[in-house]
């Protein structure tokens, strides 16, 4: 009755394309708080940098406007192709939870039928030791 255990996760880690992996990693960096400071710091030292008299982007920063519009683009597509992926493995759990009660019931019930065929043995036990039972002897009798 023992089934081999497999570890689902590392089987379709294996299974990763490049890109997919690529896209996990962009994810899993964006959306993180060291992302956050370090977008921050960049933009802060953009604009001090581009205040000066020799700036390359002067105010309004059209430049820097142009490149977090790209960012943003980058952004939905990544995030995209990570929510698609989030989708496509929590349908394979999904599925993966399903066969795994699939295969429990069907071991429980294997096991009630075990536990009822016991319990209508120890019903006849009980019967035919009852059947075979001594009577006993009541008090102020002797038995002869």
Same mark, same amino acid.
């Given at each position: ?46 604009? @001090? ?31 995209? @192709? ?24 069907? #071991? ?21 030791? #009852? ?14």
């Amino acid at each position: 009755m023992n089934r081999p255990t497999t570890n689902w996760h590392s089987t379709h880690q294996a299974g990763l394309t490049r890109g997919e992996r690529a896209a996990d990693r962009l994810r899993n960096g964006m959306g993180s708080w060291r992302f956050v400071g370090g977008f921050l710091a960049f933009m802060v030292l953009w604009s @001090i940098a581009n205040t000066f008299d020799l700036a390359w982007d002067p105010y309004p920063f059209i430049l820097l406007n142009l490149f977090l519009s790209m960012l943003a683009g980058l952004q939905g597509a990544i995030l995209l @192709i990570a929510a698609r992926r989030q989708d496509t493995i929590a349908a394979a759990l999904a599925k993966n939870d399903y066969e795994t009660n699939i295969a429990a019931k069907k #071991e429980i019930e294997e096991l009630m039928e075990i536990n009822r065929t016991q319990l209508a043995i120890l019903a006849e036990l009980r019967a035919i030791s #009852e059947d075979k039972r001594v009577p006993q002897v009541s008090a102020g009798t002797s038995p002869r």
